[in-house]
């Protein structure tokens, strides 16, 4: 399953306080073909990460969970062997200071609330801003 998140489109309810809080209701759906599940665009947004971990509490045949958090986007162009421009300048396209916040807010909440929930079957991955370009910033 892949689910591209419209930042611009939701309303940013963040996660704050204790993890328990924002249980929801749990509803009796399961999903027992789902394998892999990749989420670009995640963000700190509650009802993002209730949604996550739906998922990850109801498809018992997941075998890998992806949360992408800058939409590929320093993948794309961080290697620096393949692409021209990045090679010239030295790093990968930049994101704007508001895209970066909120990529590292998404790292932590993701770190929080998620990654404790994450069945050791189910391989986890977590992909934020590059670590050799954003690092500090």
């Known amino acids: 399953m892949y689910l591209q998140v419209e930042q611009d489109a939701m309303m940013h309810d963040p996660v704050v306080g204790d993890d328990t809080e924002y249980r929801r209701q749990n509803l009796e759906c399961r999903n027992n073909s789902l394998r892999k599940v990749m989420i670009t665009g995640f963000c700190s947004a509650k009802s993002l990460v209730e949604l996550t971990v739906h998922i990850l509490e109801r498809t018992h045949s997941l075998e890998r969970f992806t949360l992408d958090i800058t ?55 977590v992909l934020g801003p590059c670590p050799r370009c954003h690092i500090g910033k």
């Not at 590292?104 to 986890?124: C, L, M, N, W």
């Open 71 to 125: 939409y590929g986007y320093d993948r794309r162009t961080c290697n620096i062997a393949k692409f021209p421009i990045a090679r010239m300048i030295g790093q990968c396209w930049s994101l704007s200071k508001r895209a970066l916040e909120e990529a590292h807010r998404a790292v932590e909440t993701a770190d929080r609330y998620i990654k404790g929930r994450v069945p050791s079957s189910v391989q986890f991955e």
